[in-house]
């Protein structure tokens, strides 16, 4: 199992979801980037999208159990 990912004690069915779900939060995020592109303007769309990522790397790090990062 991958030394990385040791919040998952092994659990290979909890691995492959936490992939699943950034695959899908990044086909989520592409869909609303354009929007937010269009109607805010490439300077505040990249803030917004350099904000939310930054929260949600603090959230995926002090993640106390793989629930978390699926949430």
């Given at each position: 199992?991958?030394?990385e990912?040791?919040?998952?004690?092994?659990?290979?069915?909890?691995?492959r979801?936490i992939?699943s779900?950034?695959?899908?939060?990044?086909?989520?995020?592409a869909a609303?980037?354009?929007?937010?592109?269009?109607?805010?303007?490439?300077?505040?769309a990249?803030l917004?999208?350099d904000?939310?990522s930054?929260?949600?790397?603090?959230?995926?790090?002090t993640?106390?159990?793989?629930?978390?990062?699926?949430s």
């Amino acid at each position: 199992m991958s030394e990385e990912l040791e919040i998952t004690d092994g659990k290979e069915l909890s691995t492959r979801t936490i992939v699943s779900m950034t695959v899908a939060g990044a086909i989520v995020g592409a869909a609303v980037g354009g929007w937010i592109n269009d109607a805010y303007g490439r300077k505040k769309a990249t803030l917004i999208a350099d904000v939310i990522s930054a929260l949600r790397a603090i959230a995926m790090a002090t993640a106390p159990d793989p629930y978390v990062l699926i949430s």
